[in-house]
């Protein structure tokens, strides 16, 4: 029985090997994937109804993210890139960490997003005048470099060094420069529920001592008067940060920044307001030209090349650099 089954299925695969064949090369051609990705020009996340403060007050135009498409890089995406203007093909290697997987930077970016609500909810309350009150602060480690001497893993939260409670990269920063090279530093954290001990031990590098790890500061607050952001599975990174303050505060003052036009923008910021450099904005601001808006906001440091681009291709959109919330808010004040 077993030998006549072998004889049908050699027979069939002898009949009709090239039909075979020519589904396995399509099946590879769409699904295999290569060891890069395409980057092409964005869209706009629309925050106005994502954003929702307690009795706060309505926003006439709209403010939106800014967010760079990114595809798989399977062969058509990789063809294509050949053919459509602004479709650039990007090594793994430059937007994955060598000792990280792709599931692990996906984490580190949606910690990253979680850090940069929290920075633009606190930054807008403050700018407000309104009250809110952190309650909790969490370090995770979300980079690890090849040199680091540690046993200490992946998001894990940092909870003492040395002693000391610190939950910030510029704390734990000030802490090693207290070292020498060679000195073992110890450290307690917090992995999947459980304080544990650990180590990390300091090493030269160009920039001075270090022991080789990234922190990302996450909050808890309470808030006066409450707000709800709504976001998507598929969404991560520190990059949509600044707009989001922008919508915030726009709901806690009765003054409409947005003067009924359509505002895009990019750019990370801290909980102090500082507004921080991206990455894609070439393709952010393609984006926001295709989704027809009329302003383009972005960190100074990107300005330039911003700039450069609006040149080139002749876009039809104002560009604005700025480095705070609050220029960001006096910046509209006067579009």
Known sequence: MFNKAYEEIKSFIKENYKFLIFWILLLAFFYIELPYKVYRP???????NRIEVEN????????????????????????ASYIFPNWDI?????????????????????????????????????LANKEINITKEEGHVTYIDDEADTDIKLFDILVSVEGQNISKLEELREIIKTHQVGDIVKMKVNRDGKEIE?????YDTEL???????????????????????????????SGGLMMSLAIYNNLVP???????????????????????????????????????????????????????KEEQHLDIEVIGVSSLEEAINQLKNV
């Open 56 to 79: 706060g007050y309505e926003t006439e135009g709209s403010l939106g993210m800014a967010y760079v498409s990114v595809v798989k890089g399977n062969l058509p995406f990789l063809l």
């Open 255 to 309: 003054e409409d920044i947005s003067h009924n036009k359509k505002i895009i923008g990019t750019g990370t910021i801290d909980n102090e307001g500082n507004v921080g450099e991206i990455g894609g904005v070439k393709y952010k601001l393609i984006g926001a030209v295709k989704n027809h808006c009329d302003v383009f906001l972005c960190p100074m440091g990107n300005l330039e090349e911003a700039l450069k681009v």
């Open 208 to 238: 001075g001592p270090k022991i080789g790890l990234a922190i990302t500061t996450t909050y808890e607050y309470d808030e006066v008067p409450k707000v709800e952001i709504k976001t998507k599975e598929n969404e991560s990174g520190p």
């Open 42 to 48: 964005g869209g706009m996340v629309v925050l106005n």
């Open 198 to 202: 650990a180590y990390a031990k300091v």
């Open 90 to 126: 990007v090594s793994n290697k430059e937007v994955v960490n060598e000792n990280e997987t792709w599931e692990e930077t996906i984490k580190s970016d949606k910690i990253a997003m979680k850090q940069s609500i929290d920075n633009a909810i606190i930054s807008a309350y403050h």
